[in-house]
Every structure is written in structure tokens, then in C-alpha cells.
């Protein structure tokens, strides 16, 4: 299995629905922040560890624990980032993920959401053609 080299750290969006992700190799697993809006933090912690599929052996899986802290809503992001980078990569992942706009409208969390599709994507990307 290959080690991951470099740090990976990305922007996307305007103000006040910019998102930012920022991830750091250590050994063979990767440590992913997922911060933005108005009052970035850490709302809620996945840990996912990559493993072969359930159904198909041959196909990659994760399984993925998430704490949220309370009163933040992020676990459901969280949890599907890490597993995502957890099963592609092939690493064990943990990620935090903290967004946070006051009074939010179902428009703005559809943006907040593409920007974070956009982001994982693009973090996929850069470590497999690393």
C-alpha cells in the first residue's frame, strides 16, 4: 500500500457559503478538517476505516463511527466524506467537519453541500494521481 506524501488544502465557494478543506497525511492514514461559513468549528468527528466490502470482497468499503457534539448537525456530512475518502483511498480517515451560517436557508445548505461534493472530489483526486 502507498503512503500519502503531501498535504492537500482547498477553497470553494463565496462568502458566506465558502467551505474549506484541509487534509495531512500521517504514515498511512489521513486527517481531513472540513470547516466554513460564517463560524467555522468542530461539530462532529468521523473516523472511518477502509475494509473489503461486505457484498463484493474484491470492491473497497468503510466503516464509519461518527461523535457529534451537541447541538451541531455536521455528522451526516462528516460520516459520508470519511467514508468516501476511507473507501477510494484505501486509508483509514479521520475527518472533522464544522459549518456554520446563522439562519441558513434550504438554498444555502444546497450550496454548502456542493461545495463540499466539489472538495471531496478534488481531495480524491489530487491523492490518487499523487
Known amino acids: 500500500m502507498r ?3 503531501t498535504q492537500f488544502s482547498r477553497q470553494e465557494g463565496e462568502m ?3 467551505v474549506s478543506i484541509s487534509a495531512v497525511p500521517i504514515g498511512n492514514d489521513l486527517v ?23 457484498k463484493n470482497p474484491e470492491l473497497t468499503s468503510a466503516t464509519t463511527s461518527v461523535f457529534t457534539l451537541v447541538g451541531h448537525k455536521e455528522d451526516e456530512l462528516a460520516k459520508v466524506m470519511a467514508q468516501k475518502i476511507a473507501s477510494t483511498l ?3 480517515v479521520i475527518l472533522t467537519a464544522g459549518i456554520h451560517i446563522d439562519d441558513i436557508s434550504d438554498e444555502g445548505i444546497k450550496i454548502i453541500e456542493t461545495n463540499c ?11 490518487l494521481n499523487e
Request: net charge positive; with cysteine.
Open 3 to 5: 503512503l500519502l506524501e
Open 16 to 18: 458566506p457559503y465558502r
Open 32 to 54: 481531513v478538517m472540513v470547516c466554513g461559513g460564517e463560524k467555522p468549528h468542530v461539530g462532529a468527528v468521523a473516523v472511518s476505516i477502509h475494509r473489503p466490502s461486505l
Open 90 to 92: 484505501r486509508k483509514n
Open 117 to 127: 461534493r466539489i472538495l471531496l472530489e478534488s481531495l480524491i483526486s489530487h491523492y
